[in-house]
């Protein structure tokens, strides 16, 4: 059973994992974007997961970090499908969803973060390429729907 499980681990892709969260307002009308360095696109609150830190933790750490918002595990729902894997990148995110007011103060960290704003959800920015796919997979954005299986 060992040399069976250490040729499994040997042999098997190794990927990275992150969170990432869709911060919506309370109606979904707006979404909380991020312009990081080097700062010509937008994306989602996201970041790589401690060793042994469980997902939901990692994302709502992500998001009290890069915003400043007091987002704390429970307040987070797993998306459908809940891990998107980015088979090009060898990376897995796992994606949760949470609401909270608009008018709730962002305090970014400079050191990651360069903005932080609110945007309409059928009227954003340029978003990242990653971003743009992955939130398009849930229905948002400028992909949303190009997929077959967006909701």
Same mark, same amino acid.
């Given at each position: 059973?060992? #040399?069976?499980?250490?040729?499994?681990?040997?042999?098997?892709?190794?990927?990275?994992?992150?969170?990432?969260?869709?911060?919506?307002?309370?109606?979904?009308?707006?979404?909380?974007?991020?312009?990081?360095?080097?700062?010509?696109?937008?994306?989602?609150?996201?970041?790589?997961?401690?060793?042994?830190?469980?997902?939901?933790?990692?994302?709502?750490?992500? #998001?009290?970090?890069?915003?400043?918002?007091? #987002?704390?595990?429970?307040?987070?729902?797993?998306?459908?499908?809940?891990?998107?894997?980015?088979?090009?990148?060898?990376?897995?995110?796992?994606?949760?969803?949470?609401?909270?007011?608009?008018?709730?103060?962002?305090?970014?960290?400079?050191?990651?973060?360069?903005?932080?704003?609110?945007?309409?959800?059928?009227?954003?920015?340029?978003?990242?390429?990653?971003?743009?796919?992955?939130?398009?997979?849930?229905?948002?954005?400028?992909?949303?729907?190009?997929?077959?299986?967006?909701?």
């Amino acid at each position: 059973m060992k #040399v069976r499980h250490r040729l499994v681990r040997v042999l098997s892709p190794t990927y990275i994992i992150g969170a990432v969260t869709l911060v919506l307002s309370p109606d979904e009308r707006q979404i909380l974007l991020l312009r990081q360095p080097p700062g010509r696109a937008w994306s989602l609150p996201a970041g790589l997961l401690n060793r042994r830190e469980k997902p939901v933790v990692g994302a709502a750490r992500e #998001v009290r970090e890069e915003t400043g918002l007091p #987002v704390q595990p429970e307040q987070l729902t797993p998306m459908n499908p809940n891990a998107v894997v980015h088979y090009l990148g060898g990376w897995v995110d796992m994606v949760f969803t949470t609401r909270v007011a608009t008018d709730v103060p962002l305090e970014i960290d400079p050191a990651e973060v360069i903005e932080a704003r609110w945007f309409d959800v059928d009227a954003m920015p340029k978003l990242t390429r990653a971003t743009a796919g992955l939130i398009g997979r849930y229905g948002y954005g400028p992909q949303a729907g190009d997929r077959a299986d967006a909701p």
